[in-house]
Protein backbone atom coordinates (compact mmCIF):
# COMPACT_ATOMS: atom_id res chain seq x y z
CA UNK A 1 0.00 0.00 0.00
CA UNK A 2 0.61 3.67 -0.39
CA UNK A 3 1.93 6.12 2.09
CA UNK A 4 -0.55 8.38 1.73
CA UNK A 5 0.06 11.85 2.77
CA UNK A 6 -1.38 12.52 6.52
CA UNK A 7 -2.68 15.84 6.06
CA UNK A 8 -6.16 18.16 7.08
CA UNK A 9 -9.30 18.15 5.02
CA UNK A 10 -8.72 20.60 2.66
CA UNK A 11 -10.63 23.37 3.75
CA UNK A 12 -9.31 23.12 7.32
CA UNK A 13 -6.21 23.89 5.86
CA UNK A 14 -4.54 27.31 6.83
CA UNK A 15 -3.55 27.98 3.28
CA UNK A 16 -7.12 27.52 2.07
CA UNK A 17 -8.61 29.64 4.24
CA UNK A 18 -5.51 32.38 2.95
CA UNK A 19 -6.34 31.67 -0.47
CA UNK A 20 -9.79 32.42 0.05
CA UNK A 21 -8.82 35.64 1.46
CA UNK A 22 -6.64 36.38 -0.90
CA UNK A 23 -9.60 35.70 -3.97
CA UNK A 24 -11.84 38.52 -2.14
CA UNK A 25 -8.89 40.93 -2.70
CA UNK A 26 -7.99 39.96 -6.16
CA UNK A 27 -11.68 38.82 -7.94
CA UNK A 28 -12.35 42.44 -8.47
CA UNK A 29 -8.83 43.19 -10.18
CA UNK A 30 -8.91 43.62 -13.83
CA UNK A 31 -6.13 41.84 -15.90
CA UNK A 32 -6.12 45.48 -17.55
CA UNK A 33 -4.81 46.92 -13.98
CA UNK A 34 -2.23 43.80 -13.06
CA UNK A 35 -0.65 44.20 -16.86
CA UNK A 36 -0.41 47.78 -16.27
CA UNK A 37 1.33 47.62 -12.87
CA UNK A 38 4.26 45.36 -14.30
CA UNK A 39 5.07 45.98 -18.12
CA UNK A 40 6.88 42.60 -18.16
CA UNK A 41 4.03 40.39 -16.48
CA UNK A 42 3.91 38.59 -20.26
CA UNK A 43 7.58 37.40 -19.91
CA UNK A 44 7.62 37.23 -16.27
CA UNK A 45 4.48 34.47 -16.14
CA UNK A 46 5.84 32.28 -19.06
CA UNK A 47 7.61 29.26 -18.89
CA UNK A 48 9.54 26.99 -21.58
CA UNK A 49 9.92 23.42 -20.91
CA UNK A 50 10.36 20.09 -23.04
CA UNK A 51 9.60 22.10 -26.15
CA UNK A 52 6.64 24.22 -24.65
CA UNK A 53 6.28 27.58 -24.40
CA UNK A 54 3.11 27.90 -21.66
CA UNK A 55 2.34 31.81 -21.35
CA UNK A 56 -0.14 32.17 -18.17
CA UNK A 57 0.26 35.54 -17.89
CA UNK A 58 -3.49 36.21 -18.95
CA UNK A 59 -4.60 34.43 -15.75
CA UNK A 60 -5.74 36.15 -12.94
CA UNK A 61 -3.26 35.83 -10.71
CA UNK A 62 -0.35 37.77 -8.99
CA UNK A 63 2.67 36.74 -7.69
CA UNK A 64 1.04 35.97 -4.31
CA UNK A 65 -1.68 33.87 -5.67
CA UNK A 66 1.34 31.92 -7.29
CA UNK A 67 3.42 31.91 -4.17
CA UNK A 68 0.26 30.16 -2.06
CA UNK A 69 -1.02 27.82 -4.77
CA UNK A 70 2.95 26.83 -4.51
CA UNK A 71 2.50 26.24 -1.21
CA UNK A 72 -0.69 24.64 -1.05
CA UNK A 73 0.91 22.26 -3.72
CA UNK A 74 4.25 21.30 -1.18
CA UNK A 75 1.67 21.18 1.70
CA UNK A 76 -0.51 18.45 -0.05
CA UNK A 77 2.23 16.66 -0.70
CA UNK A 78 2.52 16.84 -4.34
CA UNK A 79 6.00 16.08 -4.10
CA UNK A 80 5.76 12.53 -2.42
CA UNK A 81 2.88 11.56 -4.25
CA UNK A 82 4.85 11.97 -7.31
CA UNK A 83 7.28 10.06 -6.20
CA UNK A 84 5.03 7.66 -5.07
CA UNK A 85 3.78 7.30 -8.33
CA UNK A 86 6.85 7.06 -10.44
CA UNK A 87 7.71 4.33 -8.08
CA UNK A 88 5.00 2.29 -8.15
CA UNK A 89 3.13 2.71 -5.15
CA UNK A 90 -0.28 1.50 -5.36
CA UNK A 91 -1.90 5.12 -5.71
CA UNK A 92 -5.14 3.46 -7.33
CA UNK A 93 -6.63 3.09 -3.68
CA UNK A 94 -9.66 1.61 -4.42
CA UNK A 95 -8.30 -0.78 -7.17
CA UNK A 96 -5.20 -1.26 -4.90
CA UNK A 97 -3.13 -1.57 -7.98
CA UNK A 98 0.03 0.54 -9.08
CA UNK A 99 -0.42 3.35 -11.25
CA UNK A 100 2.47 3.04 -13.81
CA UNK A 101 1.85 4.29 -17.39
CA UNK A 102 4.88 6.70 -17.01
CA UNK A 103 6.82 2.89 -17.33
CA UNK A 104 5.38 2.64 -20.99
CA UNK A 105 7.81 5.23 -21.87
CA UNK A 106 10.36 4.67 -20.21
CA UNK A 107 13.81 4.63 -21.94
CA UNK A 108 14.99 0.62 -22.17
CA UNK A 109 18.07 0.65 -19.87
CA UNK A 110 15.64 2.17 -16.81
CA UNK A 111 14.78 0.44 -13.70
CA UNK A 112 11.04 -0.06 -12.44
CA UNK A 113 9.69 -2.02 -10.18
CA UNK A 114 6.47 -3.66 -10.44
CA UNK A 115 6.08 -5.69 -6.73
CA UNK A 116 10.32 -6.35 -6.92
CA UNK A 117 10.34 -7.39 -10.87
CA UNK A 118 11.66 -4.47 -13.79
CA UNK A 119 8.97 -4.02 -15.78
CA UNK A 120 10.98 -1.74 -18.49
CA UNK A 121 12.27 -5.62 -19.99
CA UNK A 122 8.58 -6.23 -20.41
CA UNK A 123 7.53 -3.10 -21.96
CA UNK A 124 9.99 -3.18 -24.14
CA UNK A 125 9.40 -6.81 -25.40
CA UNK A 126 5.95 -5.74 -26.46
CA UNK A 127 7.03 -2.90 -27.82
CA UNK A 128 9.32 -4.92 -30.09
CA UNK A 129 7.02 -7.22 -31.41
CA UNK A 130 4.42 -4.39 -31.65
CA UNK A 131 7.41 -2.97 -34.04
CA UNK A 132 8.19 -6.53 -36.00
CA UNK A 133 3.83 -6.54 -36.67
CA UNK A 134 3.92 -3.08 -37.77
CA UNK A 135 6.70 -3.41 -40.12
CA UNK A 136 5.01 -6.84 -41.52
CA UNK A 137 1.60 -5.60 -42.22
CA UNK A 138 3.50 -2.05 -43.32
CA UNK A 139 5.24 -4.24 -45.66
CA UNK A 140 3.11 -6.18 -47.15
CA UNK A 141 4.43 -9.38 -45.81
CA UNK A 142 2.01 -10.43 -43.38
CA UNK A 143 -1.11 -11.41 -45.99
CA UNK A 144 -4.65 -11.73 -45.68
CA UNK A 145 -6.09 -15.29 -45.57
CA UNK A 146 -6.28 -15.26 -49.35
CA UNK A 147 -2.94 -13.87 -49.66
CA UNK A 148 -3.95 -10.28 -50.07
CA UNK A 149 -1.89 -7.68 -48.56
CA UNK A 150 -3.61 -5.49 -45.73
CA UNK A 151 -4.68 -2.21 -46.69
CA UNK A 152 -7.43 -1.37 -44.15
CA UNK A 153 -7.03 -1.47 -39.86
CA UNK A 154 -10.15 -1.30 -37.66
CA UNK A 155 -9.76 -0.84 -34.25
CA UNK A 156 -13.17 -2.24 -32.35
CA UNK A 157 -12.33 -0.83 -28.32
CA UNK A 158 -14.37 1.77 -26.24
CA UNK A 159 -13.46 4.43 -23.86
CA UNK A 160 -9.87 4.12 -23.55
CA UNK A 161 -9.21 1.74 -25.98
CA UNK A 162 -10.73 4.02 -28.63
CA UNK A 163 -10.50 7.80 -27.45
CA UNK A 164 -7.03 7.11 -27.61
CA UNK A 165 -5.89 5.63 -30.83
CA UNK A 166 -8.50 7.39 -32.42
CA UNK A 167 -6.86 11.15 -31.26
CA UNK A 168 -3.17 9.75 -31.92
CA UNK A 169 -4.25 8.41 -35.04
CA UNK A 170 -5.84 11.87 -36.29
CA UNK A 171 -3.06 14.21 -35.41
CA UNK A 172 -0.44 12.08 -36.62
CA UNK A 173 -2.20 11.48 -39.90
CA UNK A 174 0.58 13.72 -41.75
CA UNK A 175 2.61 10.98 -40.64
CA UNK A 176 0.33 8.15 -41.87
CA UNK A 177 0.67 5.35 -44.55
CA UNK A 178 -1.47 6.86 -47.25
CA UNK A 179 -1.76 3.78 -48.78
CA UNK A 180 -3.53 2.69 -45.75
CA UNK A 181 -7.10 3.04 -44.39
CA UNK A 182 -7.34 3.93 -40.87
CA UNK A 183 -10.79 3.05 -39.08
CA UNK A 184 -12.11 3.17 -35.20
CA UNK A 185 -15.31 1.19 -34.02
CA UNK A 186 -16.49 2.13 -30.97
CA UNK A 187 -20.24 2.30 -30.46
CA UNK A 188 -22.47 -0.77 -30.10
CA UNK A 189 -25.00 0.94 -32.13
CA UNK A 190 -24.51 -1.13 -35.24
CA UNK A 191 -24.30 1.88 -37.73
CA UNK A 192 -21.13 2.17 -36.42
CA UNK A 193 -19.82 -1.33 -37.51
CA UNK A 194 -21.16 -0.97 -40.78
CA UNK A 195 -20.31 2.14 -42.01
CA UNK A 196 -17.04 1.33 -40.88
CA UNK A 197 -16.53 -2.10 -43.28
CA UNK A 198 -19.24 -1.18 -46.15
CA UNK A 199 -16.42 -0.08 -48.24
CA UNK A 200 -14.28 -2.61 -47.50
CA UNK A 201 -12.58 -6.01 -49.07
CA UNK A 202 -12.27 -8.42 -45.91
CA UNK A 203 -9.79 -10.01 -47.63
CA UNK A 204 -7.59 -6.66 -47.09
CA UNK A 205 -8.84 -6.18 -43.65
CA UNK A 206 -7.13 -6.78 -40.02
CA UNK A 207 -9.25 -6.40 -37.30
CA UNK A 208 -7.20 -4.93 -33.88
CA UNK A 209 -9.47 -6.16 -31.05
CA UNK A 210 -8.58 -3.61 -28.05
CA UNK A 211 -10.24 -4.13 -24.53
CA UNK A 212 -8.00 -4.44 -21.44
CA UNK A 213 -10.47 -6.93 -19.75
CA UNK A 214 -11.89 -8.97 -22.96
CA UNK A 215 -14.81 -8.22 -21.77
CA UNK A 216 -16.59 -5.39 -22.61
CA UNK A 217 -20.05 -5.36 -23.69
CA UNK A 218 -19.57 -3.31 -26.89
CA UNK A 219 -16.20 -4.58 -27.93
CA UNK A 220 -16.87 -7.89 -27.54
CA UNK A 221 -20.73 -7.01 -29.50
CA UNK A 222 -18.54 -5.34 -32.41
CA UNK A 223 -15.53 -7.85 -32.31
CA UNK A 224 -18.50 -10.71 -33.28
CA UNK A 225 -19.82 -9.28 -35.28
CA UNK A 226 -16.64 -8.61 -37.16
CA UNK A 227 -16.14 -12.32 -37.01
CA UNK A 228 -19.28 -13.12 -38.77
CA UNK A 229 -18.62 -10.49 -41.48
CA UNK A 230 -15.17 -12.16 -42.11
CA UNK A 231 -15.91 -15.87 -41.86
CA UNK A 232 -18.71 -14.65 -44.18
CA UNK A 233 -15.60 -13.71 -46.96
CA UNK A 234 -13.59 -16.51 -45.72
CA UNK A 235 -16.64 -19.35 -46.37
CA UNK A 236 -16.52 -20.52 -42.96
CA UNK A 237 -12.53 -21.30 -42.83
CA UNK A 238 -12.12 -20.45 -39.03
CA UNK A 239 -7.71 -20.94 -39.65
CA UNK A 240 -8.64 -17.28 -41.84
CA UNK A 241 -9.14 -15.82 -38.46
CA UNK A 242 -5.19 -16.04 -37.22
CA UNK A 243 -4.47 -13.58 -40.29
CA UNK A 244 -7.22 -11.28 -39.62
CA UNK A 245 -7.48 -10.56 -36.01
CA UNK A 246 -5.26 -9.90 -33.20
CA UNK A 247 -6.03 -8.32 -29.99
CA UNK A 248 -4.26 -5.90 -27.36
CA UNK A 249 -5.36 -7.33 -24.18
CA UNK A 250 -4.67 -7.85 -20.31
CA UNK A 251 -6.88 -11.15 -20.14
CA UNK A 252 -5.60 -13.81 -22.35
CA UNK A 253 -8.12 -16.61 -21.80
CA UNK A 254 -10.66 -14.20 -22.99
CA UNK A 255 -8.88 -13.69 -25.92
CA UNK A 256 -8.39 -17.32 -26.67
CA UNK A 257 -11.63 -18.35 -25.98
CA UNK A 258 -12.51 -15.70 -28.59
CA UNK A 259 -10.91 -17.54 -31.03
CA UNK A 260 -7.51 -15.06 -31.03
CA UNK A 261 -4.43 -17.13 -31.05
CA UNK A 262 -2.56 -15.35 -27.70
CA UNK A 263 0.80 -15.50 -30.29
CA UNK A 264 -1.35 -12.23 -32.21
CA UNK A 265 -2.47 -11.01 -28.63
CA UNK A 266 -0.37 -7.89 -27.53
CA UNK A 267 -0.61 -7.67 -23.83
CA UNK A 268 -0.72 -4.99 -21.00
CA UNK A 269 -0.85 -4.51 -17.45
CA UNK A 270 -3.11 -3.87 -14.39
CA UNK A 271 -1.19 -1.24 -13.64
CA UNK A 272 -1.74 1.22 -17.00
CA UNK A 273 -5.47 2.89 -16.56
CA UNK A 274 -7.59 2.76 -19.64
CA UNK A 275 -7.34 6.11 -19.89
CA UNK A 276 -3.47 6.01 -19.64
CA UNK A 277 -3.13 3.64 -22.46
CA UNK A 278 -2.69 4.96 -25.28
CA UNK A 279 1.02 4.31 -25.41
CA UNK A 280 0.82 1.09 -24.65
CA UNK A 281 0.03 -1.78 -27.15
CA UNK A 282 -3.78 -0.10 -27.22
CA UNK A 283 -1.65 2.15 -29.50
CA UNK A 284 -1.50 -0.85 -32.18
CA UNK A 285 -2.90 1.35 -34.32
CA UNK A 286 -1.33 3.82 -34.18
CA UNK A 287 1.85 2.28 -34.68
CA UNK A 288 0.34 0.49 -38.11
CA UNK A 289 -0.08 3.76 -39.24
CA UNK A 290 3.23 5.98 -38.49
CA UNK A 291 5.26 3.26 -38.45
CA UNK A 292 7.54 1.75 -35.12
CA UNK A 293 10.02 4.80 -35.36
CA UNK A 294 7.57 7.36 -35.01
CA UNK A 295 5.89 5.75 -32.35
CA UNK A 296 9.05 6.05 -30.38
CA UNK A 297 9.40 9.32 -30.79
CA UNK A 298 5.94 9.95 -29.48
CA UNK A 299 6.94 7.79 -26.35
CA UNK A 300 10.08 9.61 -26.25
CA UNK A 301 8.24 13.32 -25.90
CA UNK A 302 5.86 11.53 -23.40
CA UNK A 303 9.33 10.50 -21.32
CA UNK A 304 11.00 14.08 -21.85
CA UNK A 305 7.52 15.81 -19.81
CA UNK A 306 7.48 12.74 -17.00
CA UNK A 307 11.19 13.87 -16.09
CA UNK A 308 10.19 17.68 -16.39
CA UNK A 309 7.23 17.18 -14.39
CA UNK A 310 9.30 14.53 -11.86
CA UNK A 311 12.57 16.85 -11.70
CA UNK A 312 12.07 20.24 -12.20
CA UNK A 313 10.57 22.44 -8.88
CA UNK A 314 6.66 23.38 -8.66
CA UNK A 315 7.51 27.26 -9.86
CA UNK A 316 8.87 25.92 -12.95
CA UNK A 317 7.02 23.01 -13.56
CA UNK A 318 4.47 22.95 -16.77
CA UNK A 319 1.94 20.36 -15.61
CA UNK A 320 1.87 21.26 -11.63
CA UNK A 321 1.30 25.07 -12.67
CA UNK A 322 -1.23 24.25 -15.04
CA UNK A 323 -2.99 21.72 -12.32
CA UNK A 324 -2.45 24.62 -9.73
CA UNK A 325 -4.22 27.31 -12.15
CA UNK A 326 -7.08 25.38 -13.11
CA UNK A 327 -7.86 24.13 -9.05
CA UNK A 328 -7.72 28.40 -8.41
CA UNK A 329 -10.77 28.42 -10.97
CA UNK A 330 -12.33 25.61 -9.94
CA UNK A 331 -12.07 26.08 -6.02
CA UNK A 332 -12.05 29.63 -5.86
CA UNK A 333 -13.81 31.37 -8.98
CA UNK A 334 -16.48 28.86 -8.70
CA UNK A 335 -15.67 28.03 -12.71
CA UNK A 336 -17.58 24.75 -13.69
CA UNK A 337 -15.57 24.39 -16.97
CA UNK A 338 -12.37 24.33 -19.13
CA UNK A 339 -12.28 24.95 -22.81
CA UNK A 340 -9.70 23.41 -24.38
CA UNK A 341 -9.11 25.06 -28.30
CA UNK A 342 -6.49 23.29 -30.47
CA UNK A 343 -5.56 25.54 -33.05
CA UNK A 344 -4.22 22.80 -35.00
CA UNK A 345 -7.06 21.06 -37.05
CA UNK A 346 -4.90 17.46 -36.69
CA UNK A 347 -6.02 18.01 -32.94
CA UNK A 348 -9.37 17.64 -33.58
CA UNK A 349 -10.39 15.25 -31.52
CA UNK A 350 -8.10 16.18 -28.24
CA UNK A 351 -10.32 18.08 -26.51
CA UNK A 352 -12.43 14.54 -26.39
CA UNK A 353 -9.36 12.86 -25.76
CA UNK A 354 -9.22 15.08 -22.91
CA UNK A 355 -12.60 14.93 -21.47
CA UNK A 356 -12.26 11.21 -20.73
CA UNK A 357 -8.54 11.60 -19.34
CA UNK A 358 -9.76 14.79 -16.60
CA UNK A 359 -13.44 13.45 -16.54
CA UNK A 360 -13.05 9.99 -15.77
CA UNK A 361 -9.77 10.77 -13.50
CA UNK A 362 -11.17 13.39 -11.07
CA UNK A 363 -15.01 13.38 -11.14
CA UNK A 364 -15.21 12.05 -7.79
CA UNK A 365 -16.79 12.55 -5.02
CA UNK A 366 -15.04 11.07 -2.18
CA UNK A 367 -11.30 11.51 -1.10
CA UNK A 368 -8.99 8.46 -0.89
CA UNK A 369 -10.46 7.74 2.60
CA UNK A 370 -14.08 7.42 1.46
CA UNK A 371 -15.01 10.96 3.00
CA UNK A 372 -17.30 13.30 1.01
CA UNK A 373 -15.57 16.21 -0.74
CA UNK A 374 -17.03 19.73 0.51
CA UNK A 375 -15.65 21.27 -2.37
CA UNK A 376 -15.62 20.83 -6.54
CA UNK A 377 -13.53 18.37 -7.67
CA UNK A 378 -12.89 17.40 -11.69
CA UNK A 379 -13.99 20.49 -13.81
CA UNK A 380 -16.05 19.80 -17.12
CA UNK A 381 -13.99 19.60 -20.26
CA UNK A 382 -14.42 20.72 -23.65
CA UNK A 383 -13.52 22.16 -26.84
CA UNK A 384 -13.29 21.85 -30.41
CA UNK A 385 -10.13 23.17 -32.63
CA UNK A 386 -10.18 26.73 -33.40
CA UNK A 387 -11.12 28.89 -35.67
CA UNK A 388 -14.26 27.18 -35.80
CA UNK A 389 -15.80 27.60 -32.57
CA UNK A 390 -14.66 31.60 -32.90
CA UNK A 391 -17.72 31.69 -35.17
CA UNK A 392 -20.44 29.75 -32.64
CA UNK A 393 -19.62 28.93 -28.53
CA UNK A 394 -16.56 31.90 -28.41
CA UNK A 395 -19.67 34.17 -27.81
CA UNK A 396 -20.80 32.89 -24.24
CA UNK A 397 -17.16 32.77 -23.87
CA UNK A 398 -16.35 36.57 -24.36
CA UNK A 399 -19.93 38.00 -23.02
CA UNK A 400 -21.66 35.12 -21.30
CA UNK A 401 -22.52 35.33 -17.44
CA UNK A 402 -19.72 32.51 -16.61
CA UNK A 403 -16.39 32.38 -16.62
CA UNK A 404 -15.04 29.72 -18.72
CA UNK A 405 -10.97 29.41 -18.71
CA UNK A 406 -9.49 28.42 -21.65
CA UNK A 407 -6.35 26.40 -23.02
CA UNK A 408 -5.58 27.70 -26.49
CA UNK A 409 -2.96 25.33 -28.18
CA UNK A 410 -1.17 27.08 -31.15
CA UNK A 411 1.97 25.51 -33.03
CA UNK A 412 5.03 27.91 -34.67
CA UNK A 413 4.75 25.69 -37.94
CA UNK A 414 2.22 24.19 -40.36
CA UNK A 415 2.29 20.78 -41.54
CA UNK A 416 0.33 21.60 -44.63
CA UNK A 417 1.54 25.39 -45.32
CA UNK A 418 -0.67 27.12 -47.78
CA UNK A 419 -0.31 30.59 -48.83
CA UNK A 420 -1.13 33.36 -45.39
CA UNK A 421 -3.31 30.59 -43.53
CA UNK A 422 -1.23 29.30 -41.01
CA UNK A 423 -0.47 33.25 -40.09
CA UNK A 424 -4.01 34.20 -39.84
CA UNK A 425 -4.46 31.06 -38.10
CA UNK A 426 -2.16 32.12 -35.28
CA UNK A 427 -3.09 35.29 -35.99
CA UNK A 428 -6.66 34.10 -34.55
CA UNK A 429 -5.05 32.67 -31.23
CA UNK A 430 -3.45 35.97 -30.16
CA UNK A 431 -6.63 38.04 -30.81
CA UNK A 432 -8.89 35.55 -29.09
CA UNK A 433 -6.49 35.94 -25.76
CA UNK A 434 -6.10 39.66 -25.95
CA UNK A 435 -9.78 40.34 -26.43
CA UNK A 436 -10.97 37.91 -23.67
CA UNK A 437 -8.04 39.24 -21.45
CA UNK A 438 -8.80 43.08 -22.28
CA UNK A 439 -12.06 43.51 -23.68
CA UNK A 440 -13.46 46.88 -25.31
CA UNK A 441 -14.03 49.41 -22.93
CA UNK A 442 -17.40 51.95 -23.46
CA UNK A 443 -14.96 54.52 -24.85
CA UNK A 444 -13.39 52.54 -27.34
CA UNK A 445 -17.39 51.05 -28.43
CA UNK A 446 -18.14 54.49 -28.70
CA UNK A 447 -15.34 55.77 -30.64
CA UNK A 448 -16.36 53.34 -33.41
CA UNK A 449 -18.84 55.54 -34.15
CA UNK A 450 -21.65 52.86 -32.42
CA UNK A 451 -25.12 54.80 -31.38
CA UNK A 452 -25.34 54.88 -27.38
CA UNK A 453 -28.23 52.13 -27.11
CA UNK A 454 -26.07 49.61 -29.10
CA UNK A 455 -23.06 50.09 -26.91
CA UNK A 456 -23.74 47.73 -24.21
CA UNK A 457 -24.29 44.89 -26.75
CA UNK A 458 -21.04 45.60 -28.06
CA UNK A 459 -19.14 46.04 -24.83
CA UNK A 460 -16.51 42.97 -24.19
CA UNK A 461 -15.88 43.53 -20.05
CA UNK A 462 -12.69 41.60 -20.71
CA UNK A 463 -10.83 39.91 -17.63
CA UNK A 464 -11.44 36.38 -19.45
CA UNK A 465 -8.42 34.09 -18.58
CA UNK A 466 -6.52 32.09 -20.87
CA UNK A 467 -3.42 29.79 -20.75
CA UNK A 468 -2.00 29.68 -24.16
CA UNK A 469 0.91 26.51 -25.08
CA UNK A 470 2.97 27.30 -28.12
CA UNK A 471 5.13 24.31 -29.84
CA UNK A 472 6.87 24.16 -33.24
CA UNK A 473 5.81 21.70 -35.01
CA UNK A 474 2.80 18.85 -34.03
CA UNK A 475 5.31 15.54 -34.56
CA UNK A 476 5.15 12.61 -32.72
CA UNK A 477 7.06 13.50 -30.15
CA UNK A 478 5.50 17.19 -29.47
CA UNK A 479 1.75 15.20 -29.19
CA UNK A 480 3.21 12.90 -26.70
CA UNK A 481 4.16 16.25 -24.11
CA UNK A 482 1.22 17.27 -24.66
CA UNK A 483 -0.61 14.24 -23.26
CA UNK A 484 1.87 13.71 -20.76
CA UNK A 485 1.27 17.26 -19.97
CA UNK A 486 -2.21 17.11 -19.34
CA UNK A 487 -1.75 13.66 -17.69
CA UNK A 488 0.25 15.35 -14.74
CA UNK A 489 -1.72 18.45 -14.79
CA UNK A 490 -4.80 16.05 -13.83
CA UNK A 491 -2.46 14.34 -11.38
CA UNK A 492 -1.55 17.79 -9.67
CA UNK A 493 -5.11 18.40 -9.28
CA UNK A 494 -6.50 14.60 -7.60
CA UNK A 495 -3.84 15.22 -5.51
CA UNK A 496 -4.54 17.83 -3.63
CA UNK A 497 -8.49 17.00 -3.54
CA UNK A 498 -7.35 14.17 -1.80
CA UNK A 499 -9.40 12.11 -4.53
CA UNK A 500 -8.14 8.53 -6.40
CA UNK A 501 -7.38 9.80 -9.88
CA UNK A 502 -7.12 6.53 -11.21
CA UNK A 503 -10.28 4.54 -10.43
CA UNK A 504 -14.03 4.72 -12.31
CA UNK A 505 -16.40 3.13 -11.00
CA UNK A 506 -19.05 5.50 -12.41
CA UNK A 507 -17.92 3.58 -15.35
CA UNK A 508 -17.94 0.14 -14.21
CA UNK A 509 -21.64 0.87 -13.19
CA UNK A 510 -22.46 1.21 -16.56
CA UNK A 511 -20.96 -1.77 -17.41
CA UNK A 512 -23.62 -3.93 -15.95
CA UNK A 513 -26.68 -1.90 -15.67
CA UNK A 514 -27.99 -2.75 -19.26
CA UNK A 515 -26.93 -6.19 -18.89
CA UNK A 516 -30.22 -6.54 -16.87
CA UNK A 517 -32.55 -4.75 -19.13
CA UNK A 518 -31.14 -6.19 -22.58
CA UNK A 519 -33.24 -9.75 -22.22
CA UNK A 520 -36.62 -7.68 -21.11
CA UNK A 521 -36.24 -5.92 -24.43
CA UNK A 522 -35.50 -9.04 -26.62
CA UNK A 523 -38.12 -11.67 -24.73
CA UNK A 524 -40.57 -13.44 -26.98
CA UNK A 525 -43.00 -12.59 -23.93
CA UNK A 526 -44.28 -9.95 -21.75
CA UNK A 527 -41.63 -9.70 -19.81
CA UNK A 528 -42.60 -9.03 -15.93
CA UNK A 529 -40.91 -5.95 -15.00
CA UNK A 530 -40.03 -4.37 -11.56
CA UNK A 531 -38.05 -1.30 -12.81
CA UNK A 532 -39.29 2.42 -11.42
CA UNK A 533 -42.28 3.17 -13.55
CA UNK A 534 -40.49 5.55 -15.99
CA UNK A 535 -38.63 2.90 -16.82
CA UNK A 536 -40.93 0.43 -17.04
CA UNK A 537 -43.13 2.57 -19.41
CA UNK A 538 -40.26 3.23 -21.73
CA UNK A 539 -39.55 -0.81 -21.98
CA UNK A 540 -43.05 -1.49 -22.81
CA UNK A 541 -43.03 1.53 -25.44
CA UNK A 542 -40.30 0.10 -27.12
CA UNK A 543 -41.22 -3.29 -27.09
CA UNK A 544 -44.58 -1.90 -28.64
CA UNK A 545 -42.73 0.25 -31.41
CA UNK A 546 -40.24 -2.28 -31.99
CA UNK A 547 -42.77 -5.13 -32.83
CA UNK A 548 -45.07 -2.47 -35.06
CA UNK A 549 -42.26 -0.96 -37.05
CA UNK A 550 -41.03 -4.74 -37.90
CA UNK A 551 -45.10 -5.25 -38.77
CA UNK A 552 -45.26 -2.08 -40.84
C1 LIG B 1 -10.66 4.05 -18.80
C2 LIG B 1 -11.88 3.33 -18.46
C3 LIG B 1 -12.74 2.93 -19.63
C4 LIG B 1 -12.22 1.71 -20.37
C5 LIG B 1 -13.32 1.20 -21.29
C6 LIG B 1 -12.89 -0.01 -22.09
O1 LIG B 1 -9.86 4.46 -18.00
O2 LIG B 1 -11.61 2.28 -17.63
O3 LIG B 1 -12.94 3.96 -20.55
O4 LIG B 1 -11.08 2.02 -21.09
O5 LIG B 1 -14.45 0.89 -20.54
O6 LIG B 1 -12.48 -1.05 -21.26
P1 LIG B 1 -11.75 -2.29 -21.84
O7 LIG B 1 -10.45 -1.85 -22.42
O8 LIG B 1 -11.57 -3.24 -20.70
O9 LIG B 1 -12.64 -2.87 -22.92
Redesign the pocket.
Known amino acids: MTNLPVSAPLRQRPVWAQLEAHFQKLKSLHLKQLFAQDPKRGEKFALEAAGIYLDYSKNRITDETLSLLLQLAQESGLRAQIDAMFRGDAINVSEKRAVLHTALRAPRDATILHEGRNVVPDVHAVLDRMSDFSNRVRSGDWKGHSGKRIRNVINI ?7 GPVMAYEALKHYSDRAMTFRFVSNVDGTDFSEAVCDLDPAETLFIV ?7 L ?2 MANAQSARAWMMAQLKGDEAGIAKHFVAV ?1 TNAAEVTKFGIDTANMFGFWDWV ?5 MDSA ?1 GLSTMLAIGPENFRAMLGGFHEMDEHFRTAPFDQNLPALMGLLSLWYNNFFGAQTVAVLPYQQYLKRFPAYLQ ?1 LTM ?2 NGKHVTIEGAHVDYDTGPIYWGEPGTNGQHSFYQLIHQGTRLIPCDFIAFARNLNPLGRHQDMLVANVFAQTEALAFGKTVEEVKAEGTPDWLVPHRLFEGNRPSNTLMLETLTPAALGKLVALYEHSVFTQGVIWQIDSFD ?1 WG ?2 LG ?1 VLAQRILPQLESANEPKLDHDSSTNALIQRYRKLKSTSKEG
Open positions: GIGGSDLSSKTFTTETSGGRYSIQESQVEK
